[in-house]
């Protein structure tokens, strides 16, 4: 067995070594050259990183090829686009202390952290003031205070960011603190580490989710077939045994899943590695990812074939956020 010592430097030190040049990932997948201007271009306003082990899944000299899609810069996110904007759910205007949002009854959110182990350049937060919102120790009595005072709250989700480019012990922590409130019931972590990057899946955070008295659900977010691959399956499987749930929820994005066929193969790939979908997203219109954007009418004609071919356990609701309803809006309300 590996020391658990090396297994954390391990993923840590996968970080350190995740792909943040455009130059670099334009040549490790011998791509043409030409499209390096714009790609820095757009790095310069949303950064790139992306682990070395996750271009290792892209198919090389593919434009095209889905996984790439998802994180290469490029000039169309410079374009200001009517109708998007750089909060387009009202994360700020649900800011009811510093780092924790408070949309929905019974659920509260905190913004654990502005570090994510990718840049997915549709990403709905990549415009968010991560500097003056976040979950820190400056902003930590006020939240508990908050919680422990609005009983209704059974659930905290932990958000970023992602919450599992924390240390163990901070994350411990903040288990620890929320599990000390009688009326949390439930722990909900959404990261997409386990997609990425998963070695982040260490025997010591096992140990973390399997002590806590709290119900663990981990939500991660799986967009394209290719995803689900084997080390991805040995971590669903380890963090089900410790009994986490596993969800996932993925977006829909033109040009990587919009077609039934590829998100059929999505739920069944997931499914058989112990993962249920979960919410199918239609895109949040950040500013910078207009171009990713399906329209409602196909993806409509998306989702009615979804459900043409799959047990309905097998298929995600499809939900659009909006800013100021009391739920996600599913697809039959849009």
């Not at 670099?24 to 950064?47: C, M, V, W, Y």
């Not at 996750?54 to 994180?71: A, E, I, S, W």
């Not at 973390?208 to 691959?229: D, T």
Request: net charge negative; proline share 5%.
């Amino acid at each position: 067995m590996i020391p658990r010592t090396e297994l954390l430097w391990q993923w840590q030190k996968s970080m350190s070594e995740a792909v943040t040049d455009p130059v670099d990932l334009i040549q490790r997948l011998g791509l043409d050259a030409t499209l390096i201007p714009e790609a820095k271009k757009a790095a310069n306003k949303f950064s790139l990183r992306v682990p070395s082990r996750y271009v290792g899944l892209m198919k090389r000299g593919d434009l095209t090829d889905p996984l790439l899609r998802q994180v290469l810069p490029i000039d169309s996110e410079l374009t200001r686009q009517d109708g998007f904007s750089d909060d387009p759910v009202g994360d700020v205007n649900a800011i009811a202390e510093s780092g924790l949002l408070h949309k929905y009854h019974g659920r509260a959110l905190l913004i654990t952290t502005g570090a994510c182990a990718i840049h997915c350049r549709f990403c709905f937060r990549r415009n968010f003031p991560y500097s003056d919102y976040l979950a820190d120790s400056a902003h930590w009595h006020n939240i508990v205070a908050y919680i422990e005072s609005h009983t209704e709250l059974d659930e905290v989700i932990l958000s970023g960011g992602d919450p599992l480019m924390m240390s163990d012990q901070r994350l411990s922590n903040l288990i620890q603190a929320m599990a000390k409130i009688d009326h949390v019931k439930r722990l909900r972590i959404h990261s997409r580490m386990p997609v990425v990057l998963p070695e982040r899946i260490t025997p010591p955070l096992l140990q973390l989710f399997a002590e806590s008295r709290l119900k663990i659900i981990l939500v991660m977010h799986a967009n394209h077939p290719n995803e689900v691959v084997d080390d991805l399956a040995e971590a669903a499987k380890q963090l089900t045994e410790v009994g986490v749930t596993l969800l996932n929820q993925s977006v829909l994005l033109k040009g990587v899943n919009d077609t039934a066929s590829l998100l059929t193969e999505l739920s069944e790939r997931l499914f058989s590695i112990g993962v249920l979908p979960y919410y199918l997203h239609l895109l949040d219109r950040a500013q910078g990812t207009a171009h990713f954007e399906v329209s409602e009418e196909a993806a409509m004609q998306i989702y009615r074939q979804l459900l043409g071919r799959l047990p309905g356990y097998l298929v995600p609701r499809m939900v659009r956020e909006i800013e100021g309803a009391i739920s996600k809006e599913a697809l039959n309300k849009l």
